[in-house]
């Protein structure tokens, strides 16, 4: 998935958070729809960021009484891809330097605090 994930531009990325958003398969419509809150793109253009997903093998689609589209990659997975890639170009592969500079620009409040040490220490939650 990795080398799927990174192929992926940032239209592209918007059409697949309209799929990631949704409870399943959806028509062309729907999306274009969807994305009109923020775009003025023509169906067309809608089209053609699906027809390139699909090549790219990160979303499938199925002929109903129009076709339906679904997304293969998941949001995790482009998550996971996209903060790895991020921690190398910027941090030189250091998470901890990653989670420093979040801390120094961004405050944590005692509830993502608390959120976060169970994510690091979850041993410790089930005592």
Avoid: N
């Avoid at 979303?59 to 190398?88: G, H, N």
């Avoid at 330097?97 to 005692?110: K, Q």
């Amino acid at each position: 998935m990795k080398e799927l994930a990174a192929k992926i531009s940032s239209s592209e990325l918007e059409v697949l958070e309209v799929l990631w958003r949704s409870e399943g398969p959806m028509p062309i419509a729907a999306i274009r729809a969807a994305l009109e809150e923020t775009h003025s793109w023509d169906a067309s253009t809608v089209k053609t960021l699906l027809r390139r997903l699909r090549e790219k093998g990160a979303v499938d689609c199925e002929k109903r009484d129009v076709f339906y589209y679904w997304p293969l990659l998941s949001r995790k997975e482009y998550q996971r891809w996209s903060t790895q890639s991020f921690v190398q170009r910027v941090y030189q592969g250091s998470a901890r330097d990653l989670v420093a500079g979040l801390v120094e620009c961004c405050p944590l409040s005692p509830e993502d605090l608390s959120e976060l040490r169970g994510i690091l220490y979850p041993d410790e939650r089930r005592g």
